[in-house]
């Protein structure tokens, strides 16, 4: 067969029921229910996920102003060599704490362990036991 041996066929409608007419009085549809109805048959797509979706009471927002990492005095006086500056840089540079989402998470040294090593700490919170002990052997805390 070829393309011009193809005779012009005749296009069929789709035959629209529930509409009255010469298909009886239900016209196919049956007797009641969803299915014999007008309109849409199923709940909206939206709501059903909404409606599924869990729900989470109260206001759950947080921050990387929140996010601290805490170290050590002990583990300042293992990785830093004397008179060495001690800021979340230095802490990065070391391995001992990643940043958080590309930035540099806030640090806090808190006072376990001993130090024997004079630094200086700039940028970083510290706990007052942690202030006595870096005093004591020599350092210094400078704020922002």
Known sequence: MQIHEIGKTKRVKKKRIG????????????QRGQASRAGRRFEP????????????????FNTIGDA???IGVDDLNQYFKSNEE??????IEKG?????????PKVKILGN?????SLNIRNCLVSDSAK??????GGKIVEK
């Not at 001690?86 to 802490?91: C, D, K, W, Y």
């Not at 006595?132 to 052997?137: D, L, V």
């Open 86 to 91: 001690v800021s979340p840089n230095s802490l």
């Open 68 to 70: 601290k990492r805490i």
């Open 132 to 137: 006595e002990i870096i005093e004591k052997a």
């Open 113 to 117: 362990g001993e130090l024997t090593k």
């Open 96 to 104: 001992l704490i990643r940043r958080i989402k590309g930035k540099n």
């Open 19 to 30: 509409r009255g007419g010469k298909r009886g009085a239900y016209s196919g549809k049956g």
């Open 45 to 60: 797509i939206i709501r059903g996920l909404i409606k599924r979706y869990h729900k989470l009471r109260g206001y759950n």
